[in-house]
């Protein structure tokens, strides 16, 4: 019996539904739910509002990626249900970091089943639901199936750094729709920083009026917002960081500062001098105040005071300071840190609030029941977890660093220097987040930066560790990031009219194909082109090329198999593309002129006409079935100069046409 | 000077800057202004609370349309500003039919200076320099240019039907955003009719609660949606359609209906029989406290009462009603109509309301005080018009028939059997209004049925009569559909996910060359094909298909030109047309099983291979400079099955084929 549903699962493995996270374990049935105009739901037991609502969300996400105009109202009776969703809990609760998140989806043809101890139980399994539904040969059906499905992680979370570019409520709320369709449950807010303090204060008015331009959150978008994440079962962090990051603090209460002010806001990004002072008491008054008010905002257990990135300068050169660090016995200025996070500690717990932060806070003399999350590398986690600390991994979850969705899917919290941790201190490692930093991100790049390459963090994070088949997670993801825009993101529909941008008169298909070759670089490659400050124009290629396309892994992908086994449709497949890229720069020349943004990126559209032009001519020799190493050496300085970042872009294209050429030198 | 302004003009008619609707003058100057982060507006005068707001939106509009993050602040001083605007109306007034809509825009290299005598005005000159601004070899740019503009007619409106299909309020939000942009001022909102009563009445609220099922405005959203539209310049006319078109009030209100009930929400569509009783006083007193009721929410002057397609059959088998019509002497049915409307007169002037109907409603009983509203045939605007009545027109105008771009733009209202109107007589004649009726139209397919087609009407109602240049308008148009994607509309980032939705794992690329050639057809076609009603999927190649494509477009003008004066060039271009039409079914086909929602437009998909293989074959004889008339009659079945409607559509890219092969058989 074993043996069979292991064959059976095998099978779905390979081609089974697009769901992501893939869940824990899946039994495929025969037949499928067919999903029409009268698809209605039943619940078993009294539903909470909170599930309610959920249900209704669901019909209307059901309506939006069908077509299928749904009616609102339940099933007249639970028999006559099309769905019934059985929740053993009817009174809400609290969301917690122990939330119960299982379910059981059985989806039959007649009547689908979804059981759940828990209110946020049932909101996964809605959403596995949803990914089940496709249009089939017979119009749009669920394929029978029995779901058993619980995360490895309790927390899966996302950041959003507001502070270097303010993201306006509607991203927040769409963001977290995205978030709930692929199980991500902690919004981690990075309210503050040295270019703006985004949350509305009404004991220091003065943080958010001269903290900001006017771009903060109202305490009410803020309750909106934490409610509207709780609706989807989605924990908020908030994140106020202390005793560094905090030049906004200072600009309205220089007297908190390390310095003598005045205090601006600060345009450009990095890591700058301005520093609470640990020394002065009325800094923990402050604090104690401040946490106290947003407390009230706030009803996450946890609270996130950064600590990242303290320079120590204003402490060096303050004799005050440097006398009671001397005077105390601290060290040094980290020594100083450390006697700042243990007076913040009481305060904290004061409020009822765990103490969160970077792992710049780590130090033996804090207590194990703080949280550590590691941005430097992930040996500070293991150690921390080694230790008895409990943490969460974010090195390698960088989304601002714009790696590719494998790149990330290949980060395991409890892998690397983790792997050799024993299995109770492992389980101090609660999960991980994907960290959305904003430098060079606006409101309207932030979609393609987050989507769908968070959905394979998500699944990381969710899924059983076995679950590490890259090209299935490709396979699902080139489906699944089509469904979020159902959800809500953008990266799909803000595309066209990016590119559009650059050229309005230029042919759309011929920008779309230079901008699918190529995959925007991160941070560390931008800032050496040009410095990036607040008010940097993100209208460019760059900003609009969405990177890791399906054009170029598909093209890879079959010159591989091409070039191990020929075939005709497989070949007429690849000229295709390599056609259209030799021919796509002469379309484009000709409105260069008109646009200095085309004009800009002229030289990659140039060398994508070589390597379509290389790339055919290495499939006419492999066709003769001639070798030509003198030809292949010949397109060395091609290949080399766009594997290289230009522009600030990696052309991805340039791979399966080197794959071609060294199929050419052998 | 008036000659060389003439040049001058006539150049700019050509390939001038992409405004919609052209303004009635416009001068170029040499140079042009610089849009970057350092733009900056200022007020010549102290600015009514709704032109302060109009200017946040506008630099929002400018950050979204160009990607460039612009301050929201205003200038230091007025002489530091690169926008200044300076509006004569310094205190708001409500809006009116006789708003003066008029401006003058000068854009200089500087400096850009809008003058206007009213708020509204600036709103217009707002939109006009967001059209000016583009990218150009040196960035964003206006170009130099002083504009001086008002509107051919004062009444230029859309009307939503939101009763055969609900509309939420997000899509009257965006949908008032894009008429902004064209400078449509009308939203005339009909509300009522015997699938839903979409309003909300405190005095008699068995309407909107029997009459949706839940599917209405509550009084506080059409508040929002008022004040909305009226930042915006734009007035709101609602309509409550009676006496016929009334089931929905007799459900809650049967004691109102000429037969006896019960009645119930009607999800089909037609002409049903349910109608109020003009012989029951009780009516009156009901309309009397509705009207009372509803005056309060909507402060236009105007008030729509509908009064179309009233069938009669109720009042012909209600015995009662027909002694009433004999003992009154009314003649007949219409008779009775017309009484029923002069006792509805008063009570609308009693609320301080103006009267406007459809043009059934016109009878010489009523006052010359009423509007009428054409949409049986152009004639009955003529005619009113004549008789001194004021008038719309909205026959040639809807929306619904699907039809091009093109033929919206030739209607004109003061056109047709209204040409030989006197001068005095066409004065009465007031505008028009694009209508949107819903019977086969979601909240998701409604954009790419408005837009960017209504901008062409816009354009019909406010430039002067002689902008008759249809290439010119839709060269104009085909940047201007873009720029409404800024301004909220989505007819062109709903494209691709409702395509993706067809067949999620079939070559998105080739998809849209599908759809592409497609012109969905309007109504008349539709229900010959299958019958719709509120529970029909919309989502299917007719509802994503948006028509009058561009690539179509481009090809006919091609292949015409080519015809003429053959160049390889532009013998390129058409020839990578065809092949992609020709090859495209291959990549399609393999897809369809796993689609029912492609496979059922494959007979469309292979015939447009068979056109794209004829199109190339005809260049081929015409290259080789062969006449070949057997070949051109053996083409006549393929383009003439595909001349017609098949599937709800029409293939578009049949005519571009069929000048080819004309070509080839002379």
Chains 1, 2 share one sequence.
């Not at 890259?470 to 066209?496: I, K, P, Q, S, W």
Request: with cysteine; hydrophobic share 45%.
């Amino acid at each position: 019996m074993r043996f069979v549903w292991f064959v059976l699962f095998s099978a779905l493995l390979t081609a089974g539904p697009a769901l992501m996270p893939r869940p824990a374990k899946m039994e495929p049935l025969s037949g499928a739910q067919k999903v029409d105009a009268a698809f209605r739901i039943a619940f078993q037991r009294a539903a909470a509002p909170r599930l309610q609502r959920a249900a209704a969300r669901f019909l209307e996400r059901l309506t939006a990626q069908t077509g299928i105009p749904l009616k609102r109202g339940p099933a007249a009776s639970v028999g006559a249900a099309n769905f019934i969703i059985d929740c053993a809990q009817t009174v809400d609760a609290p969301l917690t970091l122990e939330e119960n998140e299982s379910y059981r989806l059985q989806v039959n043809v007649e009547q689908t089943r979804l059981t759940s101890p828990t209110i946020t139980g049932a909101l996964r399994g809605l959403q596995t639901y949803l990914q089940l539904v496709e249009v089939s040969g017979k119009g749009f059906a669920a394929p029978s199936v029995i779901i058993e499905d619980s995360p490895r992680f309790p927390w899966r979370g996302l950041l959003i750094d507001v502070t270097s570019h303010f993201m306006p409520v509607p991203v927040i709320e769409r963001t977290l729709d995205t978030m709930e369709a692929v199980k991500l449950n902690v919004f981690h807010w990075h309210l503050t920083d040295d270019q703006g303090f985004r949350v509305e204060s009404k004991v220091f008015p003065k943080l958010h009026t001269l903290g900001t331009e006017g771009d903060f959150y109202t305490q009410a978008e803020i309750r909106h917002i934490v409610a509207y994440a709780r609706d989807r079962g989605i924990r908020v962090l908030p994140e106020f960081d202390m005793p560094g990051h905090s030049g906004t603090w200072l600009i309205g209460y220089p007297e908190l500062a390390s310095a003598p002010g005045p205090y601006s806001i600060i345009h450009t990004f990095g890591v700058y001098d301005p520093a609470l002072d640990p020394t002065n008491e009325a800094v923990y008054a402050f604090i104690d105040r401040l946490v106290a008010e947003m407390a009230g905002l706030f009803p996450d257990a946890y609270f996130h005071i950064g600590g990242d990135e303290v320079n120590g300068r204003q402490w060096k050169q303050n004799a005050s300071i440097q006398a009671f660090i001397k005077q105390r016995g601290l060290k040094d200025e980290a020594g100083l840190q450390t006697y700042f996070n243990q007076r913040v500690l009481p305060i904290l717990k004061k409020h009822g609030k765990r103490m969160m932060g970077w792992d710049e806070i780590l130090h033996q003399d804090l207590p194990k029941d703080i949280m550590v999350e590691a941005w430097q590398n992930h040996e500070s986690l293991a150690q921390a977890a080694q230790r008895g600390y409990k943490g969460l991994l974010s090195f390698g979850y960088y989304l601002d660093h714009l790696k590719l969705a494998g790149d990330y899917y290949a980060v395991d919290p409890v892998g690397g220097p983790a792997a050799t941790l024993t299995a109770e201190q492992k389980k101090n490692i609660l999960g991980g987040e994907a960290c959305m930093w904003t430098e060079f991100i606006s409101p309207e790049t932030i979609d393609s930066r987050m989507w769908p390459k968070s959905a394979a963090v998500a699944e990381r994070l969710w899924s059983p560790a076995t679950v590490t088949d890259v090209a299935d997670m490709y396979r699902r993801l080139d489906v699944v990031t089509h469904r979020l825009t159902f959800a809500g993101a953008r990266h799909v529909t803000n595309y066209e009219p990016m590119l559009r941008r650059i050229a309005p008169f230029a042919p759309i298909d011929a920008l779309r194909t230079l901008a699918d070759t190529l995959d925007p670089t991160g941070i560390e490659h931008r800032e050496v082109f040009q410095r990036y400050t607040q008010e940097t124009e993100l209208n460019r290629l760059v900003d609009a090329a969405r990177g890791d396309s399906a054009v170029v892994r598909g093209l890879e992908s079959d010159v591989r198999e091409w070039l191990r086994a020929p075939t005709p449709e497989r070949e007429a497949a690849i000229r295709r593309v390599l056609t259209a890229w030799r021919d796509n720069h002469a379309r484009l020349l000709p409105h260069a002129p008109a646009s200095a943004l085309l004009a800009e990126f002229l030289p990659l559209s140039e060398d994508l006409a070589r390597l379509g032009a290389a790339g055919l001519a290495a499939m006419d020799l492999l066709a003769s079935r001639r070798a030509d190493a003198a030809w292949a050496r010949e397109q060395a300085p091609l290949l080399d100069r766009t594997a290289k970042v230009r522009l600030e872009v990696r052309m991805a294209a340039a791979q399966p046409v080197r794959l071609l050429v060294e199929g050419v030198s052998r």
